[in-house]
Nanobody, 124 residues
Framework: QVQLVESGGGLVQAGGSLRLSCAAS????????MGWFRQGPGKEREFVAV????????RYADSVKGRFIISGDNPKNTVYLRMNRLKPDETAVYYC?????????????????WGQGTQVTVSS
């Protein structure tokens, strides 16, 4: 059974930084893609970033390009999301998701497994 456990959320001032972690277990992830999504209050869950373990390919939502960095530690099956210059409207629950396919996708329906989420609150 796949388990995804996020950590690293918290309260940060606008302009600040946080690093989220997602520890994955339960199967081999070498051909998986790992994504980060977020859901703000009253909003739909939206794509943030994705990493393919097989070749290191990444993709970002336009709104976070140049500020967020997704990376992974393959031996530890852990994916990170470094978030810089955070904005108040990025307050959300951030979710880690896994897709058992090396092709990166940015639609939530493509992902098979999800973590419980970690709250990020950006104060103005």
């Amino acid at each position: 059974q796949v388990q995804l456990v996020e950590s690293g959320g918290g309260l940060v001032q606008a302009g600040g930084s946080l690093r989220l972690s997602c520890a994955a277990s339960g199967r081999t992830f070498s051909r998986s893609t790992m994504g980060w999504f977020r859901q703000g209050p009253g909003k739909e869950r939206e794509f943030v970033a994705v990493l393919s373990w097989s070749d290191g390919t990444t993709r970002y939502a336009d709104s976070v390009k140049g500020r967020f960095i997704i990376s992974g530690d393959n031996p530890k099956n852990t994916v990170y999301l470094r978030m810089n210059r955070l904005k108040p409207d990025e307050t959300a629950v951030y979710y880690c998701a896994a897709r058992n396919d090396p092709v990166i996708r940015s639609v939530r329906q493509a992902y098979d497994d999800w973590g419980q989420g970690t709250q990020v609150t950006v104060s103005s």
